[in-house]
């Protein structure tokens, strides 16, 4: 199993970018899937997550009202849309699937993409 995130980039503040994470080697259609992101110095944190079917969702504080998770289970991909883009949010982004969840957050499964590194200049 493979996940491999894209769209990364340097940025303007108030600019949006959006990330993409494609799974291989195996559909997981029927797992929650979410973005983490970890800033230098700053422990790996969740942005958002969403559930197979695109019920429920979850969003960090610091990030609702500004990005937007979504998915396309027939490309086995999951999105994040990210609007009004602050340096704050300069990290590296990481895709996760096979977790799990409850209606308060989401818990990490064993599978990670590589990353894709977000720079927001001021």
């Known amino acids: 199993v493979q996940l491999q995130a894209s769209g990364g980039g340097l940025v303007q503040a108030g600019g949006s970018l959006k990330l993409s994470c494609v799974a291989s080697?195996?559909?997981?259609?029927?797992?929650?899937k979410a973005w983490y992101r970890q800033a230098p110095g700053k422990e790996r944190e969740l942005v958002a997550a969403?559930?197979?079917?695109?019920?429920?969702?979850k969003y960090a504080d610091s990030v609702k009202g500004r990005f937007t998770i979504s998915r396309d289970n027939a490309k086995n991909t999951v999105y994040l849309q990210m609007n009004s883009l602050k340096p704050e949010d300069t990290a590296v982004y990481y895709c996760?699937?096979?977790?799990?969840?409850?209606?308060?957050?989401?818990?990490?499964?064993?599978?990670w993409g590589q990353g894709t590194q977000v720079t927001v200049s001021s």
């Open positions: 996760n699937t096979g977790g799990s969840y409850n209606s308060n957050t989401y818990y990490p499964g064993t599978y």
């Open positions: 969403i559930s197979s079917m695109s019920t429920w969702t």
């Open positions: 080697g195996s559909t997981f259609s029927g797992y929650a």
